[in-house]
């Protein structure tokens, strides 16, 4: 930590510096969301942007997706290791290999050095999980790929452009690899224009506050952070403890594959050891250590009370520990498309380790993540399509209040695809799309309801690709609140025959089929007989729970009009606590 330049930096100024960067990065997201071409970016909202300093330390993130940005130190860490003072103005940079500091394939990072009279200032970087880029089925994500060259075009670092002139032969070469080039060449230059905007206000900031004061004003709010986040950690009782979650898949299988967390806090760091999870598994669900990391992040960022500058400051104080070879770390050759349900997997686990050592501050745990459902086939009137759906999603109950419903996972920030855009850009029809009663986890404070997802395939021999996961182990209450519903995953032949499907599979489905999709429901908080009868009754009149859930559940008794019974209700859970007893 630098107090030298804590001393010399006015805070004043520096408040100033880091909501202009917040805000340039911000306006980078909104350049992506208004120009990118894929509903994936666009719509689904899969993808992230942030401005690092000349040494690679984040500075500024957009407010989009937390796992890829937490995995920027590991990818600004390969690409100076290989191009390093080599950068020239104009440059860009392009990776997608998780084994030179990506994350897996379908996530493109790009990267523009920023130069102002010869001097490396910083960089802009964006990150987007492309609708395609080749592999062995449409989307390249698939759960049973079992291997990185099944999964798509590889790219290590690479020059996507030099001295501000596109490099024709890495534009060929993704062209020629890809379903849909229009498509994912859209995407990729709705990034080189968000950095571009981004290299712009920049260089601005340069004019208004000069070079080295704007770099002193960098590191300082780097540090700033990270005297934050460890005053904090600081003020948390130091011990150990440990947490155990379970992936209901490895990809190709229905088994169980465990996460183990085992987190420590000493003082003013943390450490989450994850050695003791599962060796790599035979699909796609193995992450790299850097996505992992990133995971581990979020969960940390997530208990802190105090307001911190989204920069990797934050990240110092925190200590993750890998095995390799291993689901938190996969190794050569082994496939990591569907990695993100191994990452929602993690924040789960670390999350029930704190919840035994900062029990107010830590939320039961949520959906488990975002289903991911890929469509693929030839489009009637000519023409492939693939169409991607991230269906988000339910928080579990916190200790202050219930469960968001139909909100993305914190750790995700993607979006459902809204069901017009999806009728009119696809061949698909969505025939239902809701909440689902009686699915949060009832507690003092009800788990957030499931979403319901009811896709209707018109076309036939289309590739459908499904990643979910709680089908066998349901998201987890805390403080004696029950667990939410879990996953559902149902084929709906033409003739009305009902085919239940493993939580992660890749099939061909045909003209009429209809794929019925339930998320899990967030898990609840706090003794369910706690809670305040009035809003059970509020639940029920909303359709959010029913009458005999209530009774059964909150031991809530109400009459025809959903209105409490008192007396009967104060009978019912006298004997139900008495039974307890």
């Known amino acids: ?15 100033i510096v880091a909501n202009a960067l917040a805000s340039i990065a911000d306006e980078m997201a909104t350049t992506i969301f208004r120009t990118a071409h894929s509903t994936v970016v666009r719509d689904g909202m899969d993808f992230s942007a942030a401005i690092l300093d000349p040494r690679g330390e984040t500075v500024a993130q957009a407010v989009t997706v937390p796992f890829h940005l937490g995995s920027l130190p590991a990818a600004i860490e390969r690409l100076l290791e290989h ?4 950068m020239e103005p104009g440059d860009v940079y392009l990776m997608n290999d998780p084994f030179d500091g990506g994350i897996h394939l379908q996530d493109m990072f790009l990267f523009k050095p920023v130069h102002h009279e010869g001097e490396l200032i910083g960089f802009t970087t964006t990150t987007a999980h492309h609708g395609d880029v080749g592999g062995r089925l449409p989307g390249s994500s698939a759960c049973d790929n079992t291997e990185i060259f099944q999964e798509g075009i590889r790219l290590p670092w690479l020059k996507l452009y030099a001295g501000g002139e596109p490099v024709e032969d890495v534009f060929k070469i993704i062209e020629a690899n890809v379903r849909i080039p229009r498509m994912t060449l859209g995407d990729l230059g709705a990034q080189v224009a968000a950095c571009a905007v981004a290299e712009r206000a920049l260089l601005g900031l340069v004019e208004r506050h000069g070079r080295e004061a704007l770099g002193a004003l960098m590191t300082e709010l780097v540090d700033h952070t990270e005297r934050l986040v460890r005053r904090e950690i600081a003020s948390w009782p130091d011990g150990t403890a440990s947490f155990t979650d379970i992936l209901g898949s490895d990809g190709i299988d229905v ?21 003791e999870s599962a060796p790599m598994v035979r699909g796609s669900l193995n992450s790299t250590r850097s996505f992992v990391e990133a995971c581990v992040y979020q ?3 997530c208990a802190l009370e105090v307001e911190v500058p989204n920069t990797s400051g934050a990240f110092r104080p925190v200590h993750v520990l890998t095995t390799p070879g291993t689901v938190c770390e996969v190794t050569m050759p082994g496939a990591s498309s569907m990695r993100g349900v191994t990452g929602f997997r993690v924040l789960d686990a670390v999350n029930g380790a704190l919840a035994q050592l900062i029990p107010g501050r830590i939320p039961a745990a949520g959906e488990g993540g975002n289903t991911l459902a890929i469509f693929g086939a030839e489009r009637p009137e000519g023409g492939r399509f693939v169409y991607y759906e991230l269906v988000v999603g339910t928080w579990g109950a916190t200790p202050g209040g219930d469960g968001n419903d139909g909100v993305t996972n914190p750790a995700s920030l993607a979006a459902n695809i809204p069901v017009e855009v999806a009728e009119s850009e696809f061949p698909i029809v969505v025939e239902r799309y809701g909440l689902v009663p009686d699915s949060g986890g009832p507690g003092r404070n009800r788990g957030g309801l499931a979403i319901e997802r009811v896709w209707r395939c018109v076309t036939p021999d289309t590739s459908l690709i499904v990643r979910s996961d709680r089908a066998s182990t349901p998201p987890y209450g805390l403080q004696g609140g029950l667990p939410g519903a879990p996953s559902v995953n149902v084929l709906v032949r033409p003739d009305g025959t009902e085919e239940p499907l493993p939580p992660m599979f890749s099939t061909t489905v045909q003209a009429g089929d209809v794929y019925v999709h339930r998320i899990a429901g967030g898990g609840g908080f706090g003794d369910p007989l706690e809670r305040d009868p009035v809003l059970v009754s509020q639940d029920v009149a909303n359709g959010k729970v029913s009458h005999q859930a209530a009774e059964a559940h909150y031991g809530v008794v109400l009459d025809s009009d959903d209105a409490v019974d008192t007396q009967a209700t104060e009978r019912l859970r006298a004997e139900r606590k008495g039974g307890a007893a």
């Open 83 to 86: 191009y390093g003072d080599r």
């Open 1 to 15: 930590m630098s107090t030298t330049a804590e001393r010399r930096v006015d805070p004043v100024t520096l408040q």
């Open 255 to 275: 088994v169980d594959v465990p996460i183990v967390a085992t987190v420590t806090i000493a003082g003013d760091e943390l450490t989450v050891d994850l050695t």
């Open 299 to 301: 969960a940390v960022r």
